[in-house]
């Protein structure tokens, strides 16, 4: 059974910077993309960033060039290097693992296993 463990969330202000953590245990996670998604109250959950096996990365349009995801296979972990923060910003962030080996995609569908969220607040 996948679990999925995010910590580094917590409270910054606007412009500030905070690095989150998701380990993941289980199973292999060869070959699996890992993403990051978050939820804001009243909002559906949307992508924010997923990084392939080899390090291929995607970015929603409102976090390029203020994000950075990376992972360390050996230790079956992903990183989200968040920079440049902003109140929008605020939301549950979820870690996530993909669906389907050898895929790396943007969508809910494309990611099978799910933790329980880390909270980021952003104040103004």
């Known amino acids: 059974q996948v679990q999925l463990v995010e910590s580094g969330g917590g409270l910054v202000q606007a412009g500030g910077s905070l690095r989150l953590s998701c380990a993941g245990s289980g199973r292999t996670f060869s070959n699996y993309a890992m993403g990051w998604f978050r939820q804001a109250p009243g909002k559906e959950r949307e992508f924010v960033s997923a990084?392939?096996?080899?390090?291929?990365?995607l970015h929603a349009d409102s976090v390029k060039g203020r994000f950075t995801i990376s992972r360390d296979n050996a230790k079956n972990t992903v990183y989200l290097q968040m920079s440049s923060l902003k109140p929008e910003d605020t939301a549950l962030y979820y870690c996530?693992?993909?669906?389907?080996?050898?895929?790396?995609?943007?969508?809910?569908?494309?990611?099978?296993?799910w933790g329980q969220g880390t909270q980021v607040t952003v104040s103004s």
């Open positions: 996530a693992v993909g669906a389907r080996r050898n895929w790396i995609g943007r969508t809910l569908p494309d990611f099978g296993s």
């Open positions: 990084i392939s096996y080899g390090g291929s990365t």
